[in-house]
């Protein structure tokens, strides 16, 4: 299906014709360690006038699984020289901060969720996927009546291409809180959604940008080749050449 594209999504083409083009086919070799590589991923909405609005969506569309998913974590992306896999990067190793900026300014586009991390790229089949999530709309915790207002799982794995799979479910609040009244008494049920899931999987190639379209929901995402440099060896000191026992110092004896 096709969808009208304004003058931001011609942009986004343009940016990815920009990107250069990895020449090469990444490689899964059974007989070495699985490749790193760094993974950057920009989440944004739709919400120009219209968005969505000629699909047809379901009431409830399910939600991404988070069971076996791993969460990124917080803190040093390093320890002792080398990289800690699912660690959270600092703003400045990101390459997407000028789309985030922009999109914050447009009219046409909301960015929700924009992350980097490392990690070693497994075979589809073994690859762990990461789970994220937002905040309710309102602020609070999320609850079974108050759910995260954007949530997902992201999956790269490798065969002889990169494959990302994508599972986002994005909640927009519409009309307030739900109410029921019993024995004279209102009950709150939560805010009211209109739910948008994307479910998307595409081979990708490293250094170059993607773009994952979607009637209400936006991914830019980037692989880029992790090149682990180990920190030097330092070789131990051979050691000391084991000392000669002194000769006694001889005495020239004298006739008296």
Known sequence: MRYVRDKFAISLLCILLAHPLALHAEKNRSDAPPDWYQFEVLVFE??????GSTEGWPGDPGRPEPNNATRLSQGKPMQDDMPIAFRVLPAEERSLNDAWDKMRRSRDYRPLYHVAWRQPVMHPDQAKQVYFSLLPEDGDQASEINPPKLEGTLKFGVK??????????????VGGRSTQHSNGESISFGPRFNSYRQQAGRRMRSDKLHYLDHPVIGVLTI???YEIIESEIVEPAPPPAPQQPKQPAQTQSQDG
């Open 46 to 51: 739709r919400i120009a006038a219209g968005a």
């Open 160 to 173: 002889r291409y990169l494959h990302i799979e994508v599972d986002i479910l994005l909640r927009k609040a």
């Open 223 to 225: 692989a880029k080749r």
